[in-house]
């Protein structure tokens, strides 16, 4: 027996959850002689008792197990157990770390240097540009970027680490046989290629509710901290910044308006302490000590600054989108006045169109 069919036979058991499996691995090294142990040596094992032990050697689901790895050798799945070389450091250091994940790409040493970026599913052009402007300088800085493959502000951290050219996991509430949200197919394809796609639920698991709570805890666990942009006050990326608090990593969030619902758990969390995050610095300032591969101190960006009419239009912007002709009317200038200018602000990076002629400021 591989240690793949152990673990797996391992899962199938009600009632042992992962410290129950460690405390079984600190007794056997090789987690695969379990098996070949008897009822009274596993329940004088932590948390074991009687009727566990026998529920290990005669309860295990023998077709859960072929099935998962008839899975895995049919397709480009596969699994990393906590008794691998391979599995991620960081993780296996939590108090309930999964002992296994499933996964679609391959973790590298490198994402020990990593960030959980995670936010609200219905997200504001503000928060995408946060977003943005937060993981392309993280990225920049050799700093994997974590989320939860979910809409809105998750889904926006995986792509914009994709786009500076950096890696990403996505962490998921149920197999990775499955898309969810369906949407996010190309994405996902996108970062098995640049990353890992990955999962603690078996094969088959739906993206049921009561599944994302408890991945919140692997999105937290692999990195060095979490970074929080828009949340309400019961949101799940709250849940996640306290489970990045429970195990010792470090907690950023972005503040927004104190009108703003989707900005009521990020004001909330920075209150109870939360590190606010104002730039890329003010992130890799806590990190940079905790880090596998330090960098060079990063150069802080200086803030843009115009004179004349290009500082009037940009000052006439804001982080929600802007028509054309509205901007016009409020700058008292011709549509082809502002667009002349706006073009010129965009060559420089201070500007961005969207769709629709409408526009928005950065930085």
């Known amino acids: 027996m591989d240690k793949k069919r152990a673990a797996l036979k391992l899962l199938s058991i009600n009632g042992l959850g992962p410290r129950r499996i460690l405390n079984l691995h600190s007794t056997f090294p090789q ?24 529920k290990i050697l005669n309860r295990c689901d023998g ?12 397709s480009p799945f596969d699994m990393v157990t906590i008794f691998d070389k391979g599995y991620p450091a960081r993780l296996r250091k939590i108090y309930d770390p999964p002992v296994i ?41 050799n700093i994997t970027i974590i989320s ?6 998750d889904s926006e951290a995986h792509k914009a680490a994709l786009r500076a050219g950096g890696r990403t996991i996505a962490v998921l509430g149920n197999g990775i046989d499955r898309v969810y949200p369906p949407e996010n ?27 994302f709570p408890r991945r919140n805890r692997i999105i937290s666990g692999l990195g060095l901290g979490v970074v929080v942009i828009e949340a309400g006050e019961k949101s799940g990326a709250i849940l996640t910044a306290y489970y990045s608090l429970d195990q010792n990593r470090e907690v950023f969030a972005v503040p927004g308006r104190i009108s703003d619902i989707k900005s009521k758990g990020t004001n909330r969390i920075i209150q ?31 803030d843009f600054k115009f004179e004349g009419e290009e500082k009037k239009i940009y000052d006439a912007l804001s982080y929600e989108p802007i028509h054309i002709d509205e901007l016009s009317i409020k700058v008292a200038k011709t549509s082809y006045e502002v667009l002349s200018i706006l073009l ?16 928005t400021k950065i930085g």
């Open 31 to 54: 987690i695969e002689e379990v098996f070949n142990a008897s009822v009274k040596c596993l329940s004088e094992i932590q948390g074991i008792d009687y009727t566990l032990a026998n």
């Open 63 to 74: 077709e859960f197990v072929d099935s998962q790895l008839s899975i895995m050798e049919k």
């Open 101 to 141: 994940l499933f996964k679609q790409g391959n973790f590298k040493e490198s994402d020990e240097d990593a960030i959980a970026v995670v936010g609200t599913r219905k997200s504001t052009n503000y928060g995408k540009e946060v977003t943005e402007i937060l993981v392309k300088g993280l990225v920049e800085q």
């Open 148 to 153: 939860g493959f979910a809409r809105g502000i």
């Open 185 to 211: 197919r190309r994405l996902r394809n996108q970062i098995v290629e640049k990353g890992v796609y990955c999962s603690e639920f078996p094969f088959g698991t739906k993206p049921d509710a009561v599944n």
């Open 272 to 302: 109870k302490g939360a590190k606010l995050v104002g730039n890329v610095e003010d992130i890799l300032s806590e990190i940079e000590s905790n880090r596998k591969f330090p960098t060079v101190p990063h150069q802080i960006e200086i």
């Open 344 to 359: 010129s602000l965009e060559l420089k990076g201070a500007v961005r169109q969207l769709a629709g002629k409408m526009f």
